[in-house]
């Protein structure tokens, strides 16, 4: 008894250095897991940030010579990882990109414990584990705003005498990141500022200052490499009177009561077949169960914190059962959610209530941890070839690439829709619109809709490149030869005039790879 005093003992004397020490072991297993499934399947969110970053380091702005209705932050990011990194293949970008979230996930881990606690464990261990579910492994803008957003999760549960100088220019900072990467985040967003603006009871302008120009920084940044005149068209309206009608969720994006209410919905997912299903429901079960225990024990504030700080977290609720690539979407709200349960956890720990409840809830808590690691043992300790992977889903982007490089006089410019994102990053073509990517919808904005038109009118570019030929787009195929690789048609175009000017040179390197009119 003695012995088993001592090493408790030890262990609450030493547990900060125990829990980094165990922090950078389960992160060399991930990484390990991670770096054998790299290339385990290509994703065209991942590939247009690539490519936009690279036209960033080029000049370009956002929303002036680059059209997109996607927030500024993770193209930012990835054109600060281009310039640090110099990838020169597709499977190099590749590599680097998804290693860089897992540094960021490791940083922010760190960084995590250092402000909360070791319990912060209880959160990343199965986040870690699952979230590749969700494609929180791939360079994603939902893949870089759980880790800010569970750390403003925490100075809002925090007592208020708890909230440094620090905290709040830091919170200024992550506040502005989360705001500027993504526009579903934006209530959630408001929301802690709410909530923090209220915890300061004295010196609050001061304090808030600081938050300020913590915010204020991002925006600066932001700033370079954007031309905000075109900002709020570009994202706001174009994404609430166009691309969310087209995808028929308007109400739902609208509904911050979906959010809220998301961890009832998920509950019949027990009854699926699948095993994510399962765990999906039972971790919705689990915070249920604190939301319960806490209300019950005559905390208010806490359990009123929690259930508003993931509802509005999930605004644009997705069936995760149904829609797997649809399912990062809410990866935020899935780490908030299992760190708001790591927190309540720790708090129930001290509550008294009844003990047969005690005892299923912690029992309860104790087989979802272990789940989550059970799920993830296939996708952590199986083998798989990775240059096959490689080979697999991405060497048709190569070829397409190489052949637009081997025909590029330099001036050349190509226009895709869509998912030619790689094309335009390994052969360095310039796009010919700021529409660098058609997606469908985009043939409803009527300025980016006349500027496409008046493109093909005037000055058609050399290159198309169609996933698949949009009929706004067929009036214009008359002047385009349909480039072919093995006898089979390819979804490249190149301008008549083009394939006519192509030099004996062009020509060999387009048949050393099998391409051909």
């Not at 360079?139 to 708890?162: D, I, K, M, R, T």
């Not at 220019?169 to 709410?194: C, K, Q, R």
């Not at 603006?197 to 920084?217: E, P, V």
């Not at 991002?218 to 309206?237: A, E, H, P, Q, W």
Request: charged share 15%; proline share 4%.
């Amino acid at each position: 008894m003695i012995f088993f005093s001592d090493c408790h003992r030890l262990i609450r004397q030493n547990i900060r250095p125990l829990a980094i020490i165990i922090l950078i072991l389960f992160f060399i297993f991930l990484t390990r897991g991670y770096e054998n499934k790299i290339y385990s399947f290509s994703f065209v969110d991942e590939e247009d940030n690539m490519a936009i970053g690279k036209f960033l380091l080029k000049g370009e702005k956002l929303y002036g010579d680059i059209y997109t209705n996607h927030q500024p932050v993770t193209y930012i990011m990835s054109a600060v990882i281009q310039k640090a990194i110099h990838p020169n293949s597709i499977p190099l970008i590749v590599k680097r990109f998804r290693e860089s979230v897992i540094l960021w996930s490791f940083i922010f881990s760190f960084i995590l414990m250092l402000r909360f606690g070791p319990w912060v464990l209880l959160f990343i261990i199965p986040f870690e584990m699952t979230k590749n579910i969700m494609l929180g492994q791939v360079f994603l803008a939902e893949s870089f705003v759980v880790y800010p957003a569970v750390y403003l999760a925490g100075l809002v549960l925090l007592p208020h005498q708890n909230l440094g100088e620090k905290d709040l220019f830091f919170a200024g900072v992550l506040l502005a990141f989360i705001a500027f990467s993504l526009l579903p985040l934006l209530p959630f967003v408001a929301f802690v500022i709410l909530a923090l603006t209220l915890k300061l009871h004295r010196g609050k302008r001061a304090k808030m200052m600081l938050c300020l120009s913590g915010f204020l920084i991002v925006l600066v940044i932001v700033s370079y490499f954007s031309s905000l005149g075109n900002y709020f068209r570009d994202t706001f309206i174009a994404n609430y009177f166009y691309y969310l009608p087209s995808v028929g969720i308007v109400g739902e994006t609208a509904n911050p009561l979906a959010g809220i209410l998301a961890p009832v919905h998920y509950l019949p997912a027990f009854f699926d077949l699948s095993l994510f299903s399962r765990l999906l429901a039972l971790n919705s079960l689990v915070y249920l169960f604190c939301i319960l225990i806490l209300f019950a024990s005559g905390t208010v504030l806490l359990p009123f914190s929690m259930i508003f700080l993931a509802g509005f977290a999930n605004v644009r609720s997705v069936d995760l059962v149904k829609e797997f690539f649809n399912g990062f979407h809410v990866l935020p709200w899935y780490g908030l959610m299992l760190f708001l349960i790591s927190f309540a956890v720790v708090k129930i720990k001290d509550i008294k209530i009844n003990r047969p409840v005690r005892s299923i809830f912690f029992l309860l808590v104790m087989f979802v941890f272990f789940l989550n690691s059970y799920l993830a043992k296939d996708y952590f300790l199986s083998r798989v070839n990775r240059e096959g992977d490689a080979y697999i889903n991405y060497s048709k982007q190569f070829d397409d690439a190489e052949a637009v490089r081997i025909m590029n006089s330099g001036n050349d410019t190509l226009f895709a829709a869509y998912d030619g994102s790689l094309i335009y990053w390994y052969s360095g073509v310039r796009h010919a619109s700021p529409a660098v990517f058609y997606y469908p919808w985009m043939r409803d904005l009527p300025y980016l809709k006349s500027q496409v038109d008046e493109m093909f009118t005037k000055s058609p570019p050399a290159f198309l490149y169609l996933s698949y030929v949009q009929k706004d787009l067929w009036p214009y195929l008359d002047i385009y030869e349909r480039l072919r690789k093995d006898e089979h048609e390819t979804n490249l175009y190149v301008l008549k005039e083009k394939v006519a000017a192509l030099t004996k040179e062009q020509y060999k390197g387009l048949d050393y790879y099998r391409f051909s009119f």
